[in-house]
């Protein structure tokens, strides 16, 4: 081991835990200079206390010994942040906690260990008996003894500042509001943002308001110039105790989070008037009041547009009750355009945030997400998929997998209606000389990696569906149809060479809120679908087969492929389409939904027997189904 260089050594170490760590620097003094600084490079205590996991002296004399080596900090314990802030000046050989990278803390005053924030942890001279004996005891109970007896004269507040102002290389700090607060329950923020160093800070993220406080949502008011203007004003009182302070050079990431309500206090936008090198900024929630400033600024012009110019990403989260108006200027208020947007539940998106929406298509956006898209109809999804890019979209993201209820709507696009349009278009193009294109969704390019959508209306006389426990057909149609509606939605995926993840299927649903409608996960597939049937849908009937008579081929060109999701959807994925994508898709790894009910293919169809064999099939495959992966032979 004398001889491995250290970058040998670098490779070894993050594939071992922290028994294997620690098992490794107690063999000789060589190992323990190896792996010392793995093994304290990472320090995480979330809901457990300090004493339970240093509970030794030895553990806690050693902490503090090595304690320089750290270099992230997560913890839920105030006691942990008081020990390595603390630092014994009569004895220069201790080091002192400066190389610090990673910090993150979340204090609950409820927590059984936890103190009120601002209080010592313990009052000078108390248990001082106690504290002589263990001091005489030995050397490491000494120190042990010490140290804590100097941790017990820190705060929280004057420890966080302690270990800020030593830690000049700190790169990611999150607060939650219990590390906001002094004893006099005031809020801390602008010493603290005073305190972090302004050369290395790429990610500051607080969070106002955690999971188990709850604060009234402010009633949002009528916005007028006049209303504006004072708000504005307001804003400029609050940024007063930041105006001596530097700007931040390297902070990139700025993370706001209200869990339970919306942020609806100024003095907390304050710290970005000095965020000029801003790129992501994100919201757990906002407030009208919040969402005008930031978009109207004083009624002249976007503050976010003037305080960050270099802004690129935005995420708003949670219920967005902003105004049309007000959404369609933040997504106007980015200088360069943005590259990644990301909404929660836009509740009031309509028309202008739509015009807005379709603008950064058209130029800079990359990346699009959003976790309930009920302010879209099916006409401005196929807006969406057929807007005009400069070839850099890339990811197109919806419902959270287990989000699922009846005021979530995924992105979703109806097939049938879609192709009569584009044969429509296409009829009167032709009349007028133009010039003709068998694709529609021009947006979806070779640059895309991440699809995800809903794709109803696609006819399917092959299917039955249950309705009061018997098969029915669900479409009146011919298979001539079927096969060329199919083709068409083909033709238009074909042009994503890039594609990675095709996530067709339908969501889970949420069973937390499932739960007050008497429904369980208990229940078998078809009771759920029959409970909910005039609510959404949990099984898809009319959706793409993915068989080779349905056009399938088409899709040959998908060499990236590494995940199809075809979860509850009634396809046609059996033995010959497994062996063509093995062939043509020689990178893809698994196929979500392959394995399901297949009722809908009729009680004494086939449908059974298909099944079984493509487990069996999988089962010989278990590493991955396309070429790439090596396969079982029986």
């Known amino acids: 081991m004398k001889t491995l260089p250290q970058e040998i050594i670098d490779l070894i170490a993050p594939h071992l835990n922290q028994h294997d760590l620690a098992d490794c620097s107690r063999v000789c003094h060589d190992w323990t200079s190896l792996f010392s600084p793995w093994l304290w490079r990472t320090i995480n205590i979330a809901n457990e206390s300090t004493h339970d996991r240093f509970n030794t002296p030895e553990s806690r004399a050693a902490l503090i010994r090595n304690k320089h080596l750290v270099r992230e900090v997560t913890a839920t314990d105030q006691d942990l942040l008081l020990l390595l802030a603390a630092h014994d000046h009569s004895e220069p050989s201790l ?12 204090f609950y005053a409820d927590a059984p260990w936890a103190l009120t924030v601002g209080t010592p942890l313990q009052e000078d001279g108390e248990d001082e008996d106690e504290d002589e004996e263990e001091a005489t005891a030995t050397t490491t109970e000494a120190l042990a003894t010490t140290m804590v007896g100097l941790s017990r ?12 102002s030593n830690n000049p290389n700190l790169r990611n700090l999150r607060l939650n509001k219990g590390c906001l607060r002094g004893a006099d329950r005031t809020e801390l923020l602008p010493h603290i943002i005073g305190a972090c160093t302004t050369t290395s800070l790429a990610t500051l993220e607080v969070c106002f308001n955690d999971v188990r406080e709850s604060e009234a949502i402010p009633t949002p008011r009528f916005t007028t110039n006049a209303t504006l203007l004072e708000d504005y004003l307001s804003f400029q009182l609050e940024t007063q105790p930041y105006q001596d302070q530097k700007p931040f050079f390297a902070l990139k990431e700025l993370i706001f989070l209200e869990r339970r309500s919306n942020l609806n206090d100024f003095s907390r936008l304050a710290v970005l008037i000095h965020c000029s090198h801003l790129v992501r900024l994100e919201f757990g929630r906002i407030d009208s009041r919040i969402g005008n400033l930031l978009a109207f600024g004083d009624g002249t012009g976007s503050l976010l547009r003037t305080l960050c110019p270099c802004l690129t990403d935005l995420a708003l989260y949670g219920v967005i009750a902003l105004s049309d108006s007000c959404l369609a200027a933040l997504l106007r208020s980015s200088q360069s355009g943005w590259k990644v947007l990301e909404l929660g539940d836009p509740v009031f998106f309509s028309h202008e945030a739509y015009l807005a929406l379709m603008e950064c298509f058209s130029t800079t956006l990359e990346e699009l997400r959003i976790k309930n898209w009920r302010g879209f109809s099916l006409k401005r999804c196929s807006g969406l998929l057929s807007a005009s890019t400069r070839g850099q979209f890339r990811r197109l993201e919806g419902v959270v997998d287990g989000d699922v209820d009846d005021t979530i709507q995924d992105f979703t696009v109806h097939a049938q209606a879609t192709y009569k349009e584009h044969r429509a278009e296409t009829a009167r193009k032709r009349r007028e000389g133009e010039h003709t294109d068998i694709r529609s ?16 209306g696609v006819p399917r006389p092959d299917v039955v569906c249950w309705r009061n426990g018997e098969p029915v057909p669900i479409q009146a149609t011919n298979h001539r149809e079927r096969f060329k509606v199919q083709k068409w939605i083909y033709r238009q995926l074909a042009n994503m060479s890039g594609l990675q993840e095709l996530i067709l299927g339908r969501r889970d649903v ?8 008497g429904l369980d996960a208990s229940m078998s597939s078809i009771e759920i679908e ?4 005039n609510d959404f849908v949990t099984y898809q009937y009319d959706c793409l087969e993915f068989s080779l008579e349905s056009g399938l081929g088409i899709l040959a060109g998908l060499k990236e492929l590494r995940v199809l999701d075809v979860k509850s959807t009634a396809h046609r994925i059996g033995i010959a389409e497994l062996e063509w994508m093995r062939v043509h898709w020689p990178k893809l790894k698994t196929i979500e939904g392959l394995v399901s009910r297949r009722e809908w293919a009729g009680i004494l169809g086939d449908g059974r027997a ?9 089962d010989n495959h278990p590493n991955g189904i396309g070429s790439s992966f090596v396969c079982n032979n029986k």
């Open 95 to 106: 080091p002192k906690l400066t190389g610090l990278r990673s910090l993150t803390l979340q």
């Open 153 to 164: 004269r820190l705060d929280n507040f004057r420890a966080l500042l302690e270990l800020l």
């Open 441 to 456: 969704w021009i947006a979806l390019g070779p640059s895309m990696d991440y699809l995800q959508l809903q794709i109803s």
């Open 510 to 517: 949420n069973w937390s809120r499932m739960n007050t409608r």
């Open 530 to 533: 029959e409970a909910l049937s």
């Open 610 to 618: 298909v099944r079984d064999a493509v487990e069996d099939w999988i």
